[in-house]
T-cell receptor, first 109, second 116 residues
Framework: SQQGEEDPQALSIQEGENATMNCSYK?????LQWYRQNSGRGLVHLIL?????REKHSGRLRVTLDTSKKSSSLLITASRAADTASYFC?????????FGKGTKLTVNP | DAGVIQSPRHEVTEMGQEVTLRCKPI?????LFWYRQTMMRGLELLIY????????DSGMPEDRFSAKMPNASFSTLKIQPSEPRDSAVYFC??????????????FGEGSRLTVL
């Protein structure tokens, strides 16, 4: 399966600190996407990185992709209490988006 | 645009009853996906459509599950008969373009199904 697996499963940090979440997958991909899910809500797309890209930035988000290691990381800088949510990586091999189990991030004020 | 709209938001039913979940994708989006989310299995893709045509239904767990997209603005996911293990949050999502390129998914708020 090309399902991504996030690490850690849960992360608790203080406001202002950086949060790093990792994702590993098993097969070749076209692109990798990160999504956020607040409790009881639908998922929201954060950022997409293509297989020929190594790093991408969007505001306080930084995503890296290492296709040789089949891994990606999501860095949230200067975290805020409002960043508390679950974060999912999702891989695209064909036209399907396959999600990992997610990392539950808690940012304490 | 109002985003992807799902109904009902919550459904509680008894085992054996028929359940119908509804979805209105974002106007102009050619792709529609149904996902199921549980604590144990995470997010599972059930089926997706392109231009109202089912493309891949390999994720549909059993014949009890069926999905239709009669037109570009409406899709249903039906479970008949329902079982307690079907309890989950069901998400509908749509995409403007294919995901293999630069397409991203826009999710609805989900339908939380509880089968007693």
């Amino acid at each position: 399966s090309q399902q991504g697996e996030e690490d850690p499963q849960a992360l608790s940090i203080q406001e202002g600190e950086n949060a790093t979440m990792n994702c590993s997958y098993k097969t070749s991909i076209n692109n990798l996407q990160w999504y956020r899910q607040n409790s009881g809500r639908g998922l929201v797309h954060l950022i997409l990185i293509r297989s020929n890209e190594r790093e991408k930035h969007s505001g306080r988000l930084r995503v890296t992709l290492d296709t040789s290691k089949k891994s990606s990381s999501l860095l949230i800088t200067a975290s805020r209490a409002a960043d508390t949510a679950s974060y999912f990586c999702a891989t695209v091999g064909s036209e399907k988006l396959v999600f990992g189990k997610g990392t539950k991030l808690t940012v304490n004020p | 645009d109002a985003g992807v709209i799902q109904s009902p938001r919550h459904e509680v039913t008894e085992m054996g009853q028929e359940v119908t979940l509804r979805c209105k994708p974002i106007s102009g989006h050619d792709y529609l996906f149904w996902y199921r989310q549980t604590m144990m299995r995470g997010l599972e893709l059930l089926i997706y459509f392109n231009n109202n045509v089912p493309i891949d239904d390999s994720g549909m767990p059993e014949d009890r599950f069926s999905a239709k997209m009669p037109n570009a603005s409406f899709s249903t996911l039906k479970i008949q008969p329902s079982e307690p293990r079907d309890s989950a949050v069901y998400f509908c999502a749509s995409s403007l373009s294919g995901l293999a390129g630069s397409g991203e998914l826009f999710f609805g708020e989900g339908s939380r199904l509880t089968v007693l």
